[in-house]
């Protein structure tokens, strides 16, 4: 049931310039794209500097020749001069011909590449998972107005603003939204996937490496977007269930009325975890049923118009978290 | 009222109250107070020379192609002052509202906006920048530039470009309006739905995000159809379709492409509007709505939109590299096949801006591949430009770096943009700074094209050509700035830093943000720069006078005639003998000017009515922003009431005579060409002829001819 990462993540690294400016640590630089540490995200990083090598391959060329041609010539240059020439098979060949095999190229990696990270189902983690079996663990999540809840119908709870998952092991996404649109990205394991209102969207990772990692939305869905961020903690195996156990004795529970109430616009200034030791089951199908049926959440005007106030309230009601 | 308001609404005055005027807010107060100073400037100015009759006479109320244009360009100029100022504010709140411990002021937790401010102002930024900014400076490129490139004497349909513009404009105002009364859409300048449904966006600012495209929208569409059908009937005798001057291809490219694609866009702002005003449910998440079918709507317009943007500037920078290369465009042929193939491709690509909607992977890999094969077309172009340059005699006059930094940022924006293709590498990086950073490598290419292509065609329409020191230091400060920007912005995007944030978390991301501000430095540095060039050019205006030739070595028909161009574009319609005719002339030694036998030219008359439907038509966005139904009612019927008059007016036609023509025509030869009647701002000597009444025969007064003489006869 444990996944291991088969892909070699250095010789890339050497590849890039750019990692050099990642000066230390993965956390450190900030360049979180850079630093995958969960298969999806590797997967990207692989194929990403792939496509990087190929277009470079003809794009230094192409400026190689402008800056010759601009140089050699330029008026009073040596350059001949042929003021009539304006055309050649040859040239016209080749101008045609690289663009064409570069696509050409290039589409077939893609295409390998869609598949291999297809949210519904990743060929990579399902090749991963033939080989090692076991089970998948789920979360249902529930974008609202601005804050983020991880239910684990499994294990009947729910957390609030933090995703905890155990290492090595596929988590396979369901995810809806209450109001607006928001996208889910946690960069450093898994790329986006839109969280739409009324409709359920799927995504699956596999952690590589135990660690703290950032998530938010990356789609803009009102005022509370910026404070809209989880952290994502990926444990090992027994540290989830130990995890999972300490959750289930949270004496919160959670149904849909008291989700009703959760669900309303909330800017999450100050950052707001919480956990819920029960859960109403299919919480996440009713939500999705409600609000295909109409239910909003709708943002007052207090919220927009006269956002001064409101984040001054709002501050002062939290205790300034940092993260 | 159909659907549920927050907040009061009175049958007089609608939403609007004393509480939209946002007086408390200094930066708005202060914006206002600049805003009102310059007003008072211009209108006492006006005043003061008793220029009212002149600016109403040959601006307001002009049909003329070339004013039109010229108009046109201005108004992108403002807009493209005002979008830059919200990019500043943009960057200096990012660079200031990072990490939980960063300051804030003026209401704001962290920087000095609050995030509704924040979302106002990118929205604003975006939609002027793209609607409002390079529509505008294109369009008015093409409108001047196309007419004499094809030796025609006007637009096809005078009138309906007078209309495009004031259109254009209206909404561009209306963008401003907001400013001041109300506030704008907070969401993103391509709108999110639901996040524009009243539930969530229960303000009027989406309303004015709404009826301002939507009026450009109608601009938009209409100069497109001008320019098409100019181009299809107008050309002068002899110039076949493959001896087409290749900016006038890009042009009819691109206007095929605004032709079919605005009118989508119509139907997305429409749709929205009936939930919003109606209470209907098209994009809405529950109710049966589908909001997927707002995104296909929008960027089935949004993707054709870019390459609307994108093909006019590849028509400038093949009409200026070839001049000051000093040779014939290499490729001629397949420059031609590129634009219609890019313009073709354009329409099966869009769905790249949701690839990570949840397609299934056999609908994202067709999309990826359809978007990879723009690259092919695009890649050709960049080649034919690059052996336009080999074998001949290069020279960096200012339109010809500017040319060259386009060719340096395609290059930059295709490459990301190749990346954005490759659908694993979006999900990684959709909405985030590298796609902003990919997208303005493209808009900036945009930029530096129309940069060139006033530097190059400025002499043709106001018969001097602009200096050239301060110009080349605005170039290389908007070089420095271009480079500080978004080199970091790529960074940022490998660090996954998403778009639209009005705080940071991140503290690690900061030393990027502070770079970028200090590229926003060098562009503050570079617009005073392009002031100094601006005013430096029109003073000594007299050292630069051109002949119709301005740089020597230019090869298309707009060159042909006097330097300004004269009301009439040319005395006698010129007969085309081969592609890059000016060229061909020079070279076989007749490029004298005909001179002789004047005849009375027919052109059309001023009229005043675009004006007041462009007004007119502010008034009824106005009254339905707010919902003010008596006063849109009001509008509307005057709008009817005012195109019905004008569709009875036959008398819309005017004479050059024949004599008036040999006296503009003789004082452009007399070697003084200052003292030519320009078509420009410059002179008073303007020419009073346009409203000279139709004497004899002709297409004036009743008689119907069926093509009046401005079009070009037969080919
Ligand atoms: C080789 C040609 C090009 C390719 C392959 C390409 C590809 C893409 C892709 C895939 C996206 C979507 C990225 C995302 O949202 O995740 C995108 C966005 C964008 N592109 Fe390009 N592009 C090309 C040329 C252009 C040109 C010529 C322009 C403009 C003149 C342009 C302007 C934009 C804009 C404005 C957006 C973002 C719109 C928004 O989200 O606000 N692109 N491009
Ligand atoms: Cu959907
Ligand atoms: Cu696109």
Redesign the interface.
């Known amino acids: 049931m444990f996944i291991k990462n088969k892909r070699s993540k250095t010789w890339p690294r050497l590849v890039l310039p750019l990692a050099l400016l990642t000066l230390g640590g993965c956390s450190r630089s900030g360049l979180f794209l850079l630093e995958p540490e969960g298969l999806i995200s590797q997967t990207f990083y692989h194929y990403f500097m792939l496509d990087v090598g190929i277009m470079l391959l003809i794009i230094i060329p192409t400026v190689v020749l402008t800056i010759w041609a601009m140089w050699r010539y330029r008026k009073g240059g040596n350059g001949s001069y042929h003021p009539q020439w304006s055309h050649s098979y040859a040239i016209e060949a080749v101008v045609w011909g690289i663009p064409l095999l570069t696509v050409g190229v290039l589409s077939y990696l893609s295409v390998k590449a869609i598949y291999d990270v297809n949210p519904y189902n990743p060929g990579v983690i399902a090749k991963a998972q033939q080989a090692a079996g076991g089970d998948p663990v789920e979360v249902d999540v529930i974008a609202t107005d601005w804050r983020w809840l991880f239910i684990y119908p499994q294990q009947h709870i729910a957390s609030v603003d933090e995703l905890v998952v155990p290492v090595g092991t596929p988590v396979r996404f369901r995810l809806t939204s209450t109001s607006v649109v928001n996208d889910f990205i946690i960069p450093q394991l898994v790329g986006m996937i839109d969280v739409m209102p009324g409709m359920r969207t799927k995504q699956a990772l596999v952690a590589d490496k135990a660690g703290t990692y950032v998530g938010y939305s990356a789609d803009y869905s009102g005022a509370g977007l910026s404070w809209m961020h989880f952290q994502t903690k990926a444990v090992s195996p027994a540290q989830f269930e130990q995890w999972v156990q300490s959750a289930q004795q949270s004496p919160q529970h959670l149904s849909y009325a008291g989700f009703n109430r959760f669900a309303r616009p909330y800017i999450a200034v100050g950052g707001d975890q919480q956990i819920f030791g029960q859960v109403q089951p299919d919480l996440f199908d009713q939500v999705v049923g409600e609000v295909m049926r109409g239910k909003v959440w709708p943002t007052p005007m207090a919220m927009t118009e006269n956002m001064v106030n409101y984040m001054k309230k709002q501050r002062a009601e939290q205790k300034a978290g940092d993260y | 009222m159909l659907v549920h308001l927050?907040?009061p609404w009175n049958p007089l005055l609608g939403r609007l109250t004393l509480q939209q005027i946002p007086y408390e807010n200094p930066i708005l107060l202060g914006t206002f107070i600049f805003a009102a100073i310059l007003g008072v400037i211009v209108l006492g100015a006006t005043t003061r020379y008793g220029k009212w009759g002149y600016v109403w006479r040959e601006w307001l109320t002009t049909v003329d192609h070339k004013k039109i244009g010229v108009m046109y360009c201005l108004v992108g100029l403002v807009m493209l002052f005002r979008g830059f100022i919200d990019a500043l504010m943009i960057r200096t709140q990012q660079a200031i509202a990072i990490g939980?411990n960063s300051p804030g002021a003026l209401?704001?937790?962290h920087g000095y906006l609050?995030?509704?401010?924040v979302?106002q102002i990118y929205t604003a930024h975006g939609l002027i920048m793209v609607v409002f900014a390079a529509t505008p400076l294109l369009v008015g490129i093409m409108n001047i530039i196309v007419p004499l490139q094809i030796g025609a004497r006007d637009m096809a349909y005078p009138y309906l470009n007078a209309l495009g513009l004031w259109l254009t404009t209206a909404g561009g105002a209306l963008v401003m309006l907001s400013l001041f009364v109300g506030?704008f859409a907070?969401?993103?300048w391509y709108g999110?739905?639901?996040?524009f449904e009243?539930?969530?966006?229960?303000?009027v600012g989406v309303d004015y995000w709404m009826w301002a495209f939507q009026l450009s929208v109608l601009g938009t569409t209409m100069g497109s159809i001008n320019l098409i059908a100019t181009i299809v009937k107008m050309r002068a005798p002899g110039m076949t379709w493959m001896r087409m001057p290749i900016f006038t291809w890009a042009s009819l490219s691109t206007n095929l492409i605004a032709l079919t694609s605005f009118p989508v866009l119509m139907v997305a702002l429409g749709l929205l509007g009936m939930d919003r005003y109606l209470g209907t449910h098209f994009y809405?998440?529950?109710?049966g709505g589908n909001?997927?079918l707002y995104n296909d709507l929008f960027w089935i317009w949004g993707h054709p939109e870019v390459y609307f943007l994108i093909l006019p500037a590849f028509g400038m920078m093949s009409e200026i590299i070839p001049t000051f290369?000093?040779?014939?465009?290499?490729?001629?042929a397949?420059m031609v096949i590129a634009s219609f193939a890019i313009g073709g491709v354009s329409w099966g690509v869009w769905l790249h801006h949701?690839f990570?909607?949840?397609a299934?992977?056999n609908v994202?890999?067709f999309y990826?591949?359809t978007t990879?094969?723009v690259?092919?077309p695009?890649?050709?172009k960049?080649?034919?430009w690059?052996?336009?340059?080999?074998?001949?005699?290069?020279?960096?006059e200012l339109p010809m770096l500017w040319a060259?930094l386009a060719?340096?940022l395609l290059?930059v924006g295709g490459?990301t943009g190749?990346?954005n293709?490759?659908?694993?590498?979006d999900?990684?990086?959709?909405?985030?700074l590298f796609v902003v950073a990919h997208f303005h490598m493209m808009v900036l290419l945009i930029a530096a094209s129309v940069f060139g292509a006033v530097e190059y065609w400025f002499p043709k329409v106001f018969g001097f050509k602009l200096e050239q020191k301060w110009g080349k230091w605005f170039f290389w400060f908007m070089v420095l700035g271009t480079g500080w920007v978004f080199v970091p912005m790529f960074?940022l995007?490998?660090?996954?830093m998403?778009?639209?944030?009005?705080?940071?978390?991140?503290t690690?991301?900061a030393p990027y943000l502070h770079i970028t501000l200090v590229g926003m430095a060098f562009y503050v540095v570079a617009v005073l720069f392009f002031v100094a060039h601006l005013y430096v050019s029109l003073r000594d205006r007299e050292k630069n006078r051109v002949g119709a030739d301005a740089w020597g070595t230019s090869r298309n028909l707009e060159w042909m005639t006097h330097s300004p161009v004269p009301a009439y574009n040319f005395a006698f319609i010129p007969h085309v003998n081969a592609r890059d005719e000016w060229a061909w002339r020079k070279e076989n030694g007749i490029a004298e000017l005909h001179a002789g036998d004047y005849e009375d030219i027919h052109m059309p008359k001023n009229t005043g009515i675009p004006l007041f439907l462009g007004l007119l038509s502010m008034g009824l966005a106005f009254a339905l922003v707010w919902r003010i139904w008596w006063l849109a009612l009001l509008c509307l019927v005057l709008m009817v009431a005012l195109i019905i008059i004008r569709s009875f007016d036959r008398d819309t036609d005017t004479t050059i005579p024949a004599r008036e023509v040999e006296r503009v025509e003789r004082a452009a030869r007399d070697g003084s060409s200052g003292s030519v009647p320009p078509a420009g701002v410059l002179g008073d000597a303007v020419i009073a002829t346009s409203t000279v009444r139709s004497g004899s025969g002709g297409i004036g007064g009743n008689t119907t001819s069926p093509r009046p003489s401005w079009a070009p006869r037969n080919r």
């Open positions: 927050q907040g939980p209401g704001a937790v609050t995030p509704f401010h979302g506030n907070h969401g993103g999110f739905v639901p996040y009243l539930p969530y966006s229960p303000g809405t998440a529950g109710m909001l997927m290369s000093e040779k014939t465009l290499f490729g001629y397949t949701f990570t909607m949840a299934a992977p994202n890999s990826s591949i990879m094969l690259g092919i695009t890649g050709v960049v080649f034919n690059i052996f336009t340059m080999y074998r001949g005699r290069v020279r960096y060259l060719l340096f290059l490459m190749m990346m293709a490759f659908a694993s590498n999900y990684m990086w959709h909405n985030g960074f995007g490998m660090a996954g998403t778009r639209r944030l009005d705080y940071i978390p991140y690690q991301w």
